[in-house]
């Protein structure tokens, strides 16, 4: 009985939605059908983002909604902007931001490049060296700190027998000039795997037939590779360092773990530092402003760098 | 303003009526993930049994404790009904309108904080602080201390090179001078064929770590927060030639005599330190005092206390730590909430979370005679509890204390600047936060 109910329904309501449907013009059927994706988009990400700005003009924080909401006009903009300290964050996030992309550029293509040539226990290798990256980072970041301890750690021990040192004598996350190294080793330890499948991919595309031309006209393997291999690996290369310039510019649960943004503040990075101003200072006003500065250099970069990108895949 | 007025409002009439909630409740409490807080469970199982309430339990791990309870009361969440929380919220909590006011409940049970030690009343429950307004009820005393190997300074070969070195017995130190003389000698030392450092000390970067470590040691060297006669006057109290002077020592110890690898270590990688062997002195929070009697590397006998030294000129303050219990004014069951704090504040209660390994603060069972005797560390917490002080405990409290880390971990751990410069920084970041809120 249920069966025969249940299997005639929809043939009871097919025709009179089709009916319905079918009186709609094609742009109200589009809207009909794009209207609550438009609505999930700007309740989620459009709504908020003007919510940011309205606070970035305010003086408003978060644990104190009972206190008189002031509007303060670009003063939290001005502030930040000439804040030492925020610059000093900036300057930590380029610094990582740029070493770990060259870092997991030049070593994820040359592994990539490697994996792809075809020997005895590929796949092996290419699941060890992608391991790092199936961990979660909180995990890596916590380890690491283990690897850094100055009396047990193996990194240190390492270091200690390849040059000789004493390996108490050098504190890879207590350091003000080592520590912004430290969570470079660490990012490009666990994300140049990702660098290289992109970078792998990339190299697979690339059709046998051109290198077998190349070589009929005597190319040589040098000629090949930056004639070939490069600019037809290029658009690949330039969307993981999209994906990990992106990540990076977010960077925090590794840091946080690694280094807690110090010593001193060496290694606070904005995220960090943004994240502080947020939920630890609880100054909202003046961490929404700086929210929008970082999403307006960020969406800016990004822009700037999809039209590049798209330009390469052109050519 | 507005809300704290219906909230004691709400309070007053819960504590005419009260006399034992008659709806069995679930009650939620909230606290730190540490070992009080598993003490506090076995406790509470007596509550439940008498009440007829089941008690539910909330703990975070310190370092994001603040982090997500602020958030929790921040948005008005009715997680907890009842809220251990830290001495700094208190200002917070009582003006957002987060703790339910006790002021009228205490009077109606007959509870009275003159029964308790006095630190803890102001530390933990009064808002504004020295005057008679309860937010909370002292639950957990805490301060900053220090314990050493009592076996290695009993050693008579150790003995005899500290002496000829130093011109005196190898003891527990009266002063600052004293600790570093201990720890210079026991840093790189060789005991057992293993290599030893002479102190761990606070340097967390993160959340409040390095600030109660070294406030620790600038109290009893002249810092004070501000003028005791004109409030929110900083500038010579914090950055005065003691503050200074509290600031390099700190840093001085940190460089000569901590274990590599030092740099962001708080709480527990003290007591690991400790238990490991690695260290001979540790600064650490009293709470962690019963956890040495009871190890297998330190336990029996091996490990001594010591209140906080003094300063050079014979001051002597420590970091007050420990937290109230309060009653989340968000909460629907604040009955039942209430009868739990009633239950907890009797001596017979209080005694026996002592027993278990809570700090009491009730003076009925830290003045019994049979107090200092109880535990071996029990007459140095009686000690350390005489001479408290507590960070700031106004409602900007978060953001002085990030600024506050910010400068000490920049100067002590990086050796960015000078201490003078440090609290030059602290005093200007403090007066902006304070220029905000409007008090300046």
Redesign the interface.
Known sequence: MSDETSSRTPAVARPGLARRMGSLSDRALAWVFIGPTIFLLLAINIFPLIWTIRLSLT?YR?????ADLQWVGLRNYERILTDS?IWNSMQATAHFLIWTLVLQVLIGFALAYLINKKFKGNDLWTTIIVLPMMLSPAVVGNFWTFL????I?LFNYVIAFLSGTDP??F?M????NLAPWAIVIVDTWMWTPFVMLICLAGLRSIPDSIYEAAECDRASSWRQFWTITIPMALPFLMLAILFRGIENFKMFDLV?QL????????TELTSINLK?EA?????TGFASAYAVILFVTVFGLASIYVKALNKVKQR | MKSIGMVSVAAAALAAGFSGSAKAEDLTLCWAAWDPANALVELSKEFEAKSGHTMKFEFVPWPNFADRMLNELNSGGQLCDLMIGDSQWIGGSAENGHYVKLNDFFDAEGIKMDDFIDATVVGYSEWPKNTPNYWALPAFGDVVGWTYRKDWFERPELQAEFKEKYGRDLAAPKTFAELKDIAEFFQNREIDGKTVYGASIYTERGSEGITMGAMDVLYSFGFKYENPDKPYDMDGYVNSPGAVAGLEYYKALYDCCTPPGSSNGYMSEGIDAFKSGQVALQMNFAFTWPGFESDANVGGGKTGYFANPAGPDGDQFAQLGGQGISVVSYSSKQDAALEYIKWFAQPEVQAKWWEMGGFSCLKAVTLDPSFPASQPYAQTFLDSMAIVKDFWAEPSYATLLQDTQRRFHDYVVAGNGTAQEALDGLVSDWTETFEDDGKL
Not at chain 1, 148 to 151: D, G, I, K, V
Not at chain 1, 279 to 283: G, L, Q, T, V
Request: proline content about 6%.
């Open positions: 003086n978060a644990n104190r909604t009972n300290d850094y301890q100055p009396q750690g108490s004598s504190s996350i207590g350091d003000v946080v280094t807690g943004g110090g010593p001193g503040n060496v502080r939920f630890e200072k609880w100054r």
